[in-house]
């Protein structure tokens, strides 16, 4: 039988330090795939899965082998390989993409210890988000697609005063050791993991204000690669051109300092890609269907969804600027990456599936 039942979870990478915006990036994607993602009913309230219709997003955190106090005695942070157990997360993930329920461990945040594990079915759509999706080549073989998110040091370290000092009372001395301390280990195996991603979101500080430091105003990069299938880069005016704009400030408005976009091919890593960017931020949400219509390739299914799905979510950190706006665009990306490989998996023959 070729039903499209029989289609196998396609699974999605995303990879990115901590603090640096995986959270709100899948509330995003599992928006656009029209549900809200919760955690599983009646399990382990300090699970770090969600599930929604479509998407289970679950925490490689959970694939922590050695706990809080094993790390503190090893001397190894949590992103050292050593602290993870690659060999079930590859087990694990290699089994849902084939339709197999597991039984997957909880890495419990609030004690730093291991908790029993909870049940995980296979899902339509698998996201595997941490610290290492892409870090293990066998579990990188395994994804659909993957993301990057790249947050710039700067922009990392204002995010990082801004939750850990004003929420959670750290000093301005811990943070900046704080995040010293794990600067080598993220150097040596997280940062690197942004080579073989499909797509990166780079958050720079903004080149529109000369010196800028306070990292309020951000520039953000879309960068795409070409030739991954299922997946067509985004283009501004013209596929292939580059391109700057600067939108008309009667149909955008923006105050200081205003707003910029640009698009081009370019390389990364030795790979081509299209990168799309925009610095500055917008005022209001709904002047967005200007800069949308200027688009092409959004994998949208009405005009105007990307400002749709912006407006609903206009609470969310990032809405007002390239961050929130270019996640939006990915998330559809995605939805548009799952619908065709259903409809590629429904149109096999049956003889080619055995
Ligand atoms: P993660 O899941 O990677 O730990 P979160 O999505 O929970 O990250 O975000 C952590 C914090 O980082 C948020 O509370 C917010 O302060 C900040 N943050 C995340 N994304 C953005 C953004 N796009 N713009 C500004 N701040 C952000
Ligand atoms: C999780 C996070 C890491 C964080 C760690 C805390 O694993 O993903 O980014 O560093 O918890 O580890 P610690 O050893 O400080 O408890």
């Given amino acids: 039988c070729s039903s499209a039942d029989e289609t196998k979870t396609v699974v999605i990478g995303l ?27 009646g399990g382990n309230p300090d699970s770090n899965t969600l599930i929604s219709d479509m998407t289970t997003v679950i925490c490689l955190d959970d694939y922590h082998s050695l706990d809080r106090t094993g790390r503190k005695e090893k001397g190894v942070t949590a992103l050292d390989p050593r602290a993870n157990d690659f060999d ?58 993957s993301i990057y998110l790249d947050i710039s040091n700067e922009v990392k370290f204002a995010w990082k005063i801004q939750r850990d000092m004003a929420e959670r009372g750290h000093s301005l001395e811990s943070i900046k050791a704080s995040i010293e301390a794990r600067k080598p280990d993220f150097d040596a195996y997280i940062d690197p993991q942004k080579q073989y991603a499909d797509a990166v979101i780079e958050v720079l500080p903004t080149q529109l204000i000369p010196d800028d430091n306070e990292g309020k105003v951000l520039r953000v990069r879309l960068i795409m690669k070409e030739g991954v299938k299922y997946f067509n880069p985004v283009y501004l005016f013209d596929e292939g051109s580059t391109i700057s704009w600067i939108p008309c400030g009667r149909k955008l408005t923006c105050s ?91 149109a096999e023959p049956v003889a080619a599936k055995a």
């Fill in 15 to 41: 990879a990115a330090d901590s603090g640096c915006g995986k959270s709100t990036f899948m509330r995003r994607l599992t928006s656009v795939f029209g549900g809200a993602a919760e955690p599983p009913k």
């Fill in 88 to 145: 079930l997360m590859y087990e694990q993930v290699k089994a849902l993409k084939s339709g197999i329920a597991v039984e997957k461990p909880i890495y419990n945040h609030v004690s730093g210890l291991l908790d029993p594990p909870e049940l995980i079915k296979p899902p339509k759509i698998l996201v595997i988000e941490g610290l290492h999706p892409m870090f293990d080549e066998r579990v990188r073989e395994l994804l659909d697609f």
């Fill in 256 to 346: 200081y300092p205003g707003i910029k976009f640009s698009y081009g091919p370019d390389t990364y890593f030795g790979n081509e890609v299209s990168v799309l960017e925009m610095d500055g931020q917008f005022d209001r949400l709904d002047e967005l269907i200007y800069v949308e219509s200027h688009l092409s390739s959004l994998s949208t299914k009405f005009y105007g969804e990307v400002t749709q799905q912006m407006l609903k979510h206009a609470d969310f950190p990032g809405s007002s600027n390239g961050t929130g706006f270019f996640q939006t665009i990915v998330g559809l990306k995605i939805r548009d990456l799952y619908e065709q490989i259903v409809a590629s998996k429904a």
